[in-house]
């Protein structure tokens, strides 16, 4: 196997020492580059600028060697340092591409697949550069009157309140505002319908954004036959049995298609990681001109049983906390909505001698997942109104809205939800779910 070294080529020891020794002599010069600088700028003097970074933080002194010389324009020598980094952040992605390409073993179309993921990991890569840095507000007033001017603007044209990502529940929708940058979580017990209204508000969301589902707990052929099962009005059981109408199916499928387009299914395991989804949900944007996506993962606290990167020395509770603080960052950094489907402690959800609860301290395995996550929406069966058969009475629940309103949701009665049609009673807003499939009330 053919051995790669490129990044070793991108590097600058002397001007390492350089800009140290003038950040030493100068120490304004520090606090004017620290935007710039960070620990992966350096590759032999990382443990030389954390040292002095510290001393000159905390006034303390720090000399360099003596033979070390200053910067003659420390300014470009940082910038400089800077570049070197982020060419040995594409030299990196070289070098893998070279040891594939050069594996009998690797087919040529997952190496252009890899070309893809590796130019959107350094693409990412090289967009990150404000994070931790200080942003004093007079700086961002201009952009923030400039994206009210545009809301304006785009509110008088089209005579509509401008929204987040559209759900498929227009109440939904006035209450959160469609779903905008951040995390939220669709939390419930066992076959309460969690995966059924992710899916709708995924298929809804297809018109005007692409979606990227992440899911653990479904095959990525079955969650699409349960798309298309939905839309053609047919049993999912029928089709596993051989008695499917197919002319239904094939109809289903080409009225699908735009939906089908912009709806892409990553399948999880343990090897899965947060900046990987990343990738592939950069990818898909790049390929729909989208300057946002719907992200879905079914579901949070399975990635985090299996993740082999968050395991290490931590608890389930900690690897949940921990995912979802991965999850938020990538909604951040994509200024998407990432929709992550959660489950109920069994003394809250409705399944062995739980209440049934929408509490935000209720979600399994969590210690501050309900302080991360901007929005958390509760499925739970309905505890004081009766379904008549074959529905089943369930509530939605907005317990939390970092950015608005919360409370009970009321969903029209003609949405279909992978033929399961979503109900309202009149008294009350909350959610019947019927089986119109096979005429009888099913779990999830």
Known sequence: MWSYHL???????????????????SPALYWDRLDLLTPEVFTKEADTWQALALALETDQPHPVPTDWLPAPDPHTTARRLVDLHQRRLLAAAQERLAQALFDE???????????????????????????????????????????????????????????????????????????NEGLYLLAGPPGMGKTTLALQMAAAATRDVPVVVVTFEHAPENLTLKLLCARAGVNLRDVQRG???????????????????????????SQLTVAQVRAQVRRAMRQHQAERCL????????????????????????????????????????????????????????????????????????????????????????QERMATPPARA???????????????????????????????????????????????????
Do not use: C
């Open 394 to 444: 369930v509530d939605l629940t907005v317990a939390k809205n970092r950015h608005g309103d919360t409370g009970k949701v009321h969903i029209p009665s003609d949405l279909v939800v992978d033929s399961w049609a979503l109900i309202v009673a009149s008294a009350t807003p909350a959610v019947h779910v019927v089986d119109r499939r096979s005429q009888r009330t099913e779990k999830m």
């Open 295 to 382: 992200v879905v993962v079914d579901y949070l606290q399975l990635w985090a049983k299996v993740a082999e990167d968050l395991r290490g020395n931590f608890s389930m509770r900690e690897r949940v906390d921990m995912l979802g603080g991965l999850l938020r960052e990538l909604a951040l950094g994509l200024h998407s909505p990432v929709l992550a489907l959660a489950s109920q402690n069994r003394s809250a959800g409705n399944y062995g001698n739980g209440k049934g609860t929408a509490a935000l301290d209720s979600l399994k395995e969590s210690g501050d997942l309900e302080y991360a996550a901007d929005v958390v929406l509760f499925l739970t069966e309905a």
């Open 105 to 179: 073993t690797t087919p040529a179309t997952d190496i252009v697949t890899l070309l893809e993921e590796e130019t959107l990991r350094v693409q990412a890569a090289l967009r990150n550069t404000t994070t931790g840095r200080l942003q004093w507000a007079s700086a961002l007033l201009p952009q923030v009157l400039a994206d009210a001017d545009a809301r304006r603007l785009q509110r008088e044209t089209t005579g509509s309140a401008v929204l987040g990502v559209p759900t498929g529940v227009a109440q939904l929708d006035n209450l959160l505002g469609g779903l």
């Open 7 to 25: 990044t070793d080529e991108f590097t600058d020891i002397a001007a390492e020492q350089a800009i140290l020794t003038s950040l030493m002599q």
């Open 243 to 269: 008695y499917a109408d197919l002319a239904k199916l094939r109809s289903a499928a080409e009225a699908s298609e735009p939906m089908a387009q912009r709806l892409a299914v990553v399948e999880g395991s």
